[in-house]
């Protein structure tokens, strides 16, 4: 059986825009400009596309479960208006406290993702907008991507340098819609190379 093609994405400040005080209900959940239409371009290209997400409102008491829900069947939904999908939102419900494996930066929920798909992760791009799930795709042997639509946009061009210098092999794209067009023309490019 072959192994799908699979890019795991975080979600706040990826997919929709990063709030401070959580994503607690659908109609927070705001798409980053072309988001979704990237999704969907990946996925008409043959890639599965996973969401791996820190979400410790719920370990805080800010959000419950039915809210998590809302909110994915809600993205889930806006995506299929452009063509979209994901195959799976995982999600770590801890606080930094709680002492997991699963919350980024640790690796956890990136090899429950390769498990679920018999997954290579050093095949399996990453993209992330903080240091921390830099570290993360690090930590898993994901290949790391950073886009500047979210959380990264809001720190100086010598902190990126920084975060970009901490995790080598990190590609820096403007946004997810950047990150999909470079990924679909190094898959092109590779095509023709053989």
């Known amino acids: 059986m ?8 975080g979600r706040d400040g990826i997919l ?3 709030r401070e005080d959580h994503v607690k209900e659908p109609s927070e959940w705001e798409p ?7 999704v969907a371009k990946l996925n008409h290209a043959g890639w599965h596309v996973v969401v791996a997400t820190n979400q410790a409102g719920i370990g805080r008491g800010m959000i419950d479960m039915s809210a ?3 909110v994915h069947l809600h993205m889930m939904k806006m995506l299929a208006t452009k063509g979209g999908r994901l ?4 999600f770590c419900p801890h606080t930094r406290d709680d002492g997991c494996d699963c919350r980024k930066p640790l690796p956890g929920m990136m090899h429950d993702i390769a498990q679920r798909y018999g997954a290579d992760l050093s095949q399996v791009p990453m993209v992330a907008d903080t240091l921390r799930d830099l570290e993360a795709a690090q930590a898993a042997g994901c290949p ?4 500047k639509s979210g959380r990264a946009n809001l720190v ?3 902190e990126l340098a920084q975060w970009a210098a901490a995790v080598p092999g990190t590609a820096v794209h403007d946004d997810l819609a950047s990150f999909a067009s470079y990924l679909l023309q190094q898959e092109l490019a590779a095509r023709f190379a053989v």
Request: net charge negative.
């Open 156 to 158: 100086s061009e010598a």
């Open 32 to 38: 980053i400009p072309g988001a979704l239409e990237a």
């Open 2 to 9: 072959q192994t799908p093609k699979l890019i795991i994405l």
């Open 87 to 90: 195959d799976a939102v995982f």
């Open 144 to 147: 790391p991507h950073l886009v």
């Open 68 to 70: 998590v829900n809302a």
């Open 16 to 18: 929709n825009r990063f």
